[in-house]
């Protein structure tokens, strides 16, 4: 029926416009969204690449070690029981240091270094989480810009996710693919000192203190406990006008650790300045940690520290998962709650609603 039939052309006159869509484009039926399946995982294969020192699938078998999804972390322990049997062939060193030490500029330096000497370094860079997203407010590659360019370096920032020590929980997995990737060396970097870096002593061969210079009131600060760890300190910033100090400073330094345990059995803990800055001291620190290896696997300590770790790993994952099924429990978390509110009330101490928790536990088993 003809709309225009009757009517002289005027505004509302309508012209026959074209038989096609609003565009001109010819429009089949629309497509159904599918979504995409995710890709199968093949655990062998990964291993294989990982073994071939693929860089790409490294980060992916560490993304996968830190996954929290329950399937994932089944194939995380497929992929570590393929990986095990080549593990255990670097030399392990942990480096911490009061903040503003220049930790990241250091392992940059002395990172650049070994991979210059033909050393294959990796480096598990730990940072602070973020309160509010849980990531790396840091974000290490970004600040070792040159050590990340070199082909046989590996540089993986991982938020600490709260853990004591400012290590990531799986860390010392981390450390195994390294191991089995073909890297040498693998430096650690913690968040800073405190006294829970025994946790990153207790999966280290070498352990190293980064200060700064001008130790009077620094030494007075710096607690007993993480010198006692130390296998050797390193006076950073020991360049410009900084030299002279940083001598008097290594001096003290020295002087100090003749009077403490030593920290690894039949090994004297010693200090040196280094400049990351001019790259003087770095070869001093290499030669250090090589003494140090031949002296502790003369000594056969270098095996029974190893083992011990591994021990202390096991336990404490122990731990971890009796503490993950505690409170996985939604009942025993709502008990939890209940005695909460009782204790904050005063009805109850903290220990008869700790006792009451578990003897509520034992009657219903």
Known sequence: MDKNKGMEESALYVMDGVEATHDGMQYGTPKKFRKKKADTLNVGELAQQVRAGSRTHLSKAITLIESSNATHKVQAQELLQELLPHTGNSIRIGITGVPGAGKSSFIEAFGTMLCDMGKRVAVLAIDPSSSLSGGSILGDKTRM??????????????????TLG??????????????????DVILIETVGVGQSETYVRGMVDFFLLLVLTGAGDELQGMKKGIMELADAIV???????????????????????HFLQPATPGW??????????????????WETIGEFKQI??????????????????????ITDHLIDLFYGNPQRKAQVQQLERQILSGQLTVTQGVDRLFSEEQEDK
């Open 166 to 183: 400012g290590v990531h929980k799986k860390t010392r997995e981390t450390m195994l693919v390294c191991e089995a990737a073909g890297y």
């Open 268 to 285: 004297m803990s010693t200090a040196m300045p280094v400049s990351s800055l001019e790259k003087r001291g770095l070869d001093k620190v």
């Open 296 to 317: 502790v696997e003369a000594n056969h300590y270098w095996a029974t520290r190893r083992q011990q770790q591994t021990k202390e790993w096991f336990q404490s994952m």
């Open 145 to 162: 810009e040159e050590l990340v360019k070199k082909p046989s370096a590996f540089v993986r920032p991982s938020p600490s996710a709260g």
């Open 235 to 257: 006076v950073h910033k020991a360049d410009g006008d900084n030299v002279r100090l940083a001598k008097k400073t290594v001096a003290e330094y020295k002087q100090i650790l």
